[in-house]
């Protein structure tokens, strides 16, 4: 088994948190998984077969068929994969906002979408997949993503500072200022900066930070100390249990001990019993 991460040269670290490559993975005691939200945007691409499956939440059974380079829009709510799709796979991770300049659509109309890449690049989407599977070495591979995303940068690659600052406040969510105080330290209206926010990061500022603060809570939980649902609500910033429990449900599909019992090593990644 091969697993193998490279952030890449600047410019391009400014909005790439890293590469990513999966390959020789043994099978799998479960079939699928559920992904949970984290606000971002994923770059996929199957280098064992030519296509992805997304699965119905609500019935296994059925599943979206899409090739095998895709976009994971950023999402604010978990979909649901085939593990044997990740025998041999490499990615992109954005960092939040950070996919903005790559592609010609605005991100909040990705929001919880999966897109063939094709459909966004074209033909240079089956190129840059069958450069991958050219390349014979992982280093190399890397290095077929970096040049094809520098290519399609159909933006300059800056933020617009009021999405910039924002991101960088919303870091630490539990010392996140209130939206109308971020506008008005920006010196815009509100509903401009929501505006911009949602343009480039892809959710509205509000929706974020409480993606932000779902995430903080399965950080919490896997750092393997005793849990105390209680404390943990409140150290994260809900108003109370019911608030932190409902927020986790929505976002995962799943309540907080579920998710406790199932948990894998990866944060994100948790198994759907059969």
């Not at 399609?152 to 500072?161: I, N, S, T």
């Not at 999405?163 to 509100?190: K, M, R």
């Not at 500022?205 to 896997?222: S, T, Y």
Request: charged share 20%.
């Amino acid at each position: 088994m091969l697993y193998l991460t490279h952030i890449p040269a600047p410019p391009l670290n400014s909005f790439v948190e890293l590469f990513w490559f999966y390959d020789g993975f043994s099978p799998r005691a479960h079939k699928k998984e559920r992904l949970m939200p984290d606000g971002s945007v994923e770059l996929v691409i199957n280098l064992n077969e030519d296509e992805a499956r997304i699965y119905d939440r609500e019935d296994l059974d059925k599943c979206e068929r899409l090739p095998g380079t895709i976009l994971c829009g950023p999402h604010s709510s978990f979909f649901v994969i085939d593990t044997a799709e990740q025998d041999s796979v490499i990615g992109i991770h954005f960092k939040p906002g950070g996919a903005f300049p790559f592609f010609k659509l605005p991100a909040d109309e990705l929001h919880n979408l999966h897109v063939s890449l094709e459909d966004l690049w074209g033909r240079e989407a089956g190129l840059m997949r069958e450069r991958l599977l050219e390349a014979p070495t992982p280093e190399m591979k890397f290095q077929v993503l970096e040049e094809c995303l520098m290519a399609q940068a159909f933006k300059p690659l800056e933020r617009h500072h009021a999405v910039g600052f924002a991101l960088g406040l919303f870091h630490n969510i539990l010392t996140a200022p209130a939206i109308a105080q971020v506008s008005d330290e920006i010196g815009i209206s509100s509903r401009r900066f929501i505006q911009l926010f949602s343009h480039e990061v892809g959710l509205t500022p509000k929706l974020f930070c409480r993606v932000r603060r779902f995430q903080q809570v399965l950080q919490q939980i896997h750092r393997g100390a005793a849990i105390d649902w209680v404390d943990m609500a409140a150290s994260c910033g809900y108003f109370d249990q019911a608030h932190f429990i409902h927020d986790f449900k929505a976002f995962s599909g799943i309540n907080p001990t579920t998710y406790l019992v199932q948990r894998t090593e990866h944060l994100n990644h948790v198994p759907i019993p059969e």
